[in-house]
């Protein structure tokens, strides 16, 4: 469908080039083990689960023969997987090896804003900063990556980004394969160009929406295999990814999506695709024979229409990761799981929003405004419940991320949401000209100073201005003058 009325649709919008910064993903070997980010150590003093976490450059070979300069956690490239229980209160210290100023962001985190790690948390070169909180959520798949105020794109494009995991009880209970790097998996995928000399390129030559890279990687392992060795396989995927939306699947099976952003859905949903924007998290189960071969990979999503080429560099489909069934297969047990923890009093209803706002994203903008660190743009009221309207009003795809809150999508252009989309969502992937209604409530936590975000997840689209900043205050309050100190 796409080209035709896709440049029609940029012509009358005025917008940069159809895929400017695309070339076709490469098609590649899948020869090499899929590279597991190691689970973080951490120490329990005074009832304190504490982690520590080194940014700093490395080097890594990508490409065979190839020595690609990075960045990473601990390591030369992404971070190792932090992994706490619901109830624990954690602390990490994190510090800053680079020559510039970072900032570590725990995406999809209920947390004071303080501790938030955003664009008003710099970490300087030298420094470390040490956030502490409880955590007071439900299981869930989160990660972290750096936010400083206009260059995310580049400090997570460079290697600086992990997963953090939450257990608690009904997880715990649940029958879904648990072991990690075994048959629970975790999966970040992202697409990178590498320039002649093998260093990690960001185009900016105005194409949309962002670098879309010719090379795809798992775990930062290009053409990545996984030997798998039980029935089922949970793969918990992360679109860690600048720019490009995929829409993950197999050609031969259909499987059971157990999880998004925020965690458990009610039931398992039996789908043959999952879409997944740039920051959002799906669960997913695999079922295999034995000796099966099969591969993870991206298909041309259906994004309403205009913007499909756009998101995918005008790829059709490519591989991501090969699975590799064993012989001999160890049982494991159909994905079922009781009320999670998001039932009971954390039901999030309709009918208790007392407050909408709306949100119109265009041009790098929010509502006309681009970023700016000084300027509140949403004052909130701690314990409301609140409708947020928020609208695309470009042909070009977004990805709206707020932080501090799990969502649920309660209508896109007045429709109930498909049941994929049902479930806790802290980013969710705006199809080009509709609206989407996102039901959240702020809790605990306020300030009268330190903001919170949101914003676009494709990156370069957050760089160049499309995010705002809200504080959560008590009844009555209103903003500081001085905001984020
Ligand atoms: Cu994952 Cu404000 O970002
Ligand atoms: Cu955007």
């Known amino acids: 469908a796409g080209l035709t009325s896709l440049g029609l649709a940029l012509a009358a919008s005025g917008c940069g080039a159809l895929g400017g910064s695309a070339t076709p993903v490469r098609a590649v070997e899948f020869g090499t083990e899929l590279a597991i980010p190691p689970l973080a150590e951490s120490t329990v003093v005074g009832g304190v689960r504490t982690f520590e976490l080194t940014a700093r450059p490395g080097t890594r070979e990508f490409l065979p023969g190839v020595t690609t300069p990075t960045w990473g956690f601990d390591g030369p490239y992404l971070g190792p997987t932090l992994r706490a229980e619901r109830g624990e209160r954690v602390a990490v210290r994190v510090t800053n090896e680079l020559d510039e100023t970072t900032s570590v962001h725990w995406h999809g985190m209920h947390l004071p804003p303080a501790m938030d790690g955003g664009p008003h948390q710099p970490i300087a070169p030298g420094d470390t900063w040490e956030p502490t909180w409880e955590i007071d959520q439900p299981a869930a798949t989160l990660w972290y990556h750096p936010h400083p105020h206009g260059a995310t794109e580049e400090h997570v494009y460079r290697g600086l980004a992990g997963l953090f995991l939450l257990d608690d009880d009904a997880s715990r209970a649940a029958d879904l394969p648990s072991r990690y790097g075994v048959d629970d998996v975790p999966v970040v995928v992202q697409d990178k160009v590498f320039d002649d000399d093998g260093r990690l390129e960001l185009r900016h030559d105005g194409g949309e929406p962002g670098?879309?890279?010719?090379?795809?990687?798992?775990?930062?392992?290009?053409?990545?295999?996984?030997?798998?060795?039980?029935?089922?396989?949970?793969?918990?995927?992360?679109?860690?990814?600048?720019?490009?939306?995929?829409?993950?699947?197999?050609?031969?099976?259909?499987?059971?999506?157990?999880?998004?952003?925020?965690?458990?859905?009610?039931?398992?949903?039996?789908?043959?695709?999952?879409?997944?924007?740039?920051?959002?998290?799906?669960?997913?189960?695999?079922?295999?024979?034995?000796?099966?071969?099969?591969?993870?990979?991206?298909?041309?999503?259906?994004?309403?229409?205009?913007?499909?080429?756009?998101?995918?560099?005008?790829?059709?489909?490519?591989?991501?990761?090969?699975?590799r069934a064993a012989d001999d297969l160890a049982p494991?047990?159909?994905?079922?799981?009781?009320?999670?923890?998001?039932?009971?009093?954390?039901?999030?209803?309709?009918?208790?929003?007392?407050?909408?706002?709306?949100?119109?994203?265009?041009?790098?903008?929010?509502?006309?405004?681009?970023?700016?660190?000084?300027?509140?743009?949403?004052?909130?009221?701690?314990?409301?419940?609140?409708?947020?309207?928020?609208?695309?009003?470009?042909?070009v795809p977004h990805s709206f991320h707020v932080h501090d809150v799990q969502f649920r999508i309660l209508t896109i252009d007045g429709r109930e949401p498909p049941p994929g989309l049902a479930g806790p969502k802290d980013t969710v992937y705006l199809e080009p000209r509709r609206t989407y209604r996102l039901l959240m409530r702020f809790e605990d936590y306020t300030d009268t100073e330190m903001p919170y975000m949101y914003h676009c997840h494709m990156l370069l689209h957050e760089d160049e201005g499309m995010m705002g900043q809200f504080l959560v205050v008590e009844p009555g309050e209103t903003a500081s003058d001085h905001v984020g100190h």
């Open 211 to 323: 670098t879309l890279g010719d090379t795809v990687m798992t775990n930062g392992t290009v053409g990545a295999y996984h030997e798998v060795t039980t029935e089922r396989v949970r793969l918990r995927l992360l679109n860690g990814s600048t720019a490009r939306t995929y829409s993950f699947g197999f050609e031969d099976r259909s499987f059971d999506l157990v999880a998004t952003d925020g965690g458990l859905l009610d039931a398992p949903v039996r789908l043959d695709e999952v879409r997944l924007a740039p920051g959002e998290r799906a669960e997913i189960v695999v079922a295999f024979e034995p000796g099966d071969v099969t591969r993870l990979r991206s298909t041309e999503p259906d994004l309403g229409g205009v913007a499909a080429s756009f998101a995918m560099g005008g790829n059709d489909a490519f591989d991501v990761l090969e699975l």
């Open 332 to 395: 494991s047990p159909a994905p079922a799981w009781g009320p999670s923890s998001h039932a009971g009093e954390d039901e999030l209803r309709a009918e208790d929003a007392t407050m909408g706002r709306s949100f119109e994203l265009a041009d790098r903008m929010i509502n006309g405004e681009r970023m700016d660190m000084s300027r509140i743009d949403e004052v909130v009221t701690v314990g409301d419940t609140e409708v947020w309207e928020v609208r695309n009003a470009h042909p």
